[in-house]
């Protein structure tokens, strides 16, 4: 019995032995097989992927919208910029790839190794970038020593391009790279550090149209942070394309004729409100903006007396002087204070309590009319009207025609100017308006400050019968393939307080001012067939010394005055109004007038050629209608 009972238990104890080892044996070629698979049959893919290889993601930086001006012609575009970047984590030991980066791209190691140190905090995966626009030659050597540059990556980003630097840049604008506060403010949030942002024109003004959308890709990457494969693609979208009202034909004849001058042009079809050319001088060039200016170099542009970073188009206010005569005579005319017969005497002079003020002309003009005024510019005939005429009531004529208030041109900063009245002068002096500056207001002195878009508002609205229409620059947005989604389109914001029967008045003497001998612009017709009307001021700085007429031929540059003329063309048909200030330029008639004249044959004689190398318009003498 006993016997029985311990064969049982070694024949139990055998069989469970012989399971567990055949279970054992079946790991073992599992294992075995495993083993085979993987360093056999995949042994060279899982080799590379153990050289510590890591997935990372890029991003793919969006094309910039290319800006083009009326007709097609390009203005901005982009190209290619290498960007070096150094990823931490792979970059060891830095201080010694850093050291062979520096005499490859002639950059001193200290300026490299301080970019890095400036990352504190900042994931050693994430690329920090060392120097953009690294140039071909800098690229060559690069990528001939990539394998001794572990860490170190090359980064093709579309950088933009100003094909014709200075040209429009007031309009165009620039870009620069976001800041850290604005990146932390939330004003844009999907931009990223490195992104470019426009500052300035339409740059800033189209900023979400142009921009684009970025893309990105999933990489693998090896030990030194080369890329080894793409595992997956997302294109970026480029941005939109605008196409500008201006004409780069009309553009680089404005630029041309302000070369060496301080001031500004601004032109639109006076039936449209589309500016077909802005020009403010000294200009900039945009493309420093994009390598990134030095702050001695900042500090030279924003400190030049002549200030090259401001808008003079439209940010400049000036005094008016004789332009303003323009709503000085609708004012008198709607409120009937002279008719088209009534005339005055101009002995040169009027006396007004113990003071006299005296005409530009010493030797007066004789008895003249309102549109004879006009043209000569008479001094003494707005004197007497202005002695009839209530400064607030001359304040709300201004107004109406567009002054004191942004023509919403669409660009920042624009000026407002400054319509003075009695109600103004006792909030900002606390004292009451005197009569005798009533006297200085009808002539466009004294507190009164327009824009040159300002004044080329109410010329348009002169010429196409009375309506204000408002400027603007962007003609159309399309997408890259040519999908048009936007159009700038024609606003009128309102009327001039005035009659047809009074247009027609003012109209016939800015006529005059061109067409007759006696008018204040004789030298600025264009000829060819193309009558021009227009108004011409001489804005002064300081005044003058009794009985001295040509005083400012007598004083330094920056006290002579402002050179002031608004026109438009042709006459009986206008298809172009202009604006024209030049700063310390003397007499409108002679230094603006011409100046508009050359726009004119320009504009409206296809024919004409431009002149590359500048030359300034021949400027007949104006001993005889020197104008105040």
Known sequence: MHKFIRTTDSEWFRLRLSVVMSLVTAAFIVLLLRLFYLQILEGEEFRRLSENNCIRLQTIQSQRGFVFDRNGALLVDNRPSFNLSIILNDAKPVESIIGILSKYLNVSAEELMAKVRNIKGASSFRPVLLKQDIGRDALALVEAHKYDLPGISVDVRPRRYYLHRHSAAHLIGYLSEINSSELKGGKYPEYKPGDFVGRFGIEREFEKYLKGKRGGRQVEVNVTGQVVRVLENIDAEPGNNIYLTIDQRLQRKVEELLKDRAGAVIAMEPSSGQVLAMASNPAFDPNGFV???????????????????????????????????????????????????????????????????????????????????????????????????????????????????????????????????????????????????????????????????????????????????????????????????????TETVGNLPASQSTLNIVKKGLWEVVNKDYGTAWIARPGGGIEMSGKTGTAQIVGRKENETSYERKLPDHFKPHAWFVSYAPSSDPKIAISVIIEHGGHGSSAAGPVARELVKCYLSPEAEIDDNGTEPKVVSDAVNDEY
């Open 291 to 489: 390598y990134g200016l030095t702050h001695d170099e900042w500090n030279d542009l924003i400190s030049q007396p002549n200030r090259p970073m401001e808008n003079k188009a439209v940010k400049g206010e000036y005094p008016p002087a004789s332009t303003y005569k323009i709503v000085t005579a609708i004012a008198a005319l709607e409120e009937k204070v002279i008719d088209v017969n009534t005339s005055f005497y101009c002995p040169g002079y009027i006396k007004y309590g113990n003071r006299e003020f005296r005409c530009w002309k010493k030797g007066g003009h004789g008895s003249v009319n309102v549109v004879r005024a006009l043209a000569e510019s008479c001094d003494v005939f707005f004197y007497n009207v202005g002695l009839r005429l209530d400064i607030d009531k001359l304040a709300w004529y201004a107004k109406g025609c567009g002054l004191g208030a942004p023509t919403g041109i669409g660009l920042e900063q624009e000026g407002k100017g400054l319509v003075p009245s009695a109600i103004w002068k006792k909030k900002r002096f606390g004292s009451s308006w005197s009569s005798g500056e009533t006297l200085s207001a009808v002539i466009g002195q004294g507190y009164n400050l327009a824009t040159p878009v300002q004044m080329l508002v109410l010329t348009s609205a002169i010429a196409n019968g009375g309506k204000r229409v408002k400027p603007y620059v962007m003609k159309r947005i399309e997408t890259p393939g040519g999908q048009n989604i936007l159009n700038g389109e």
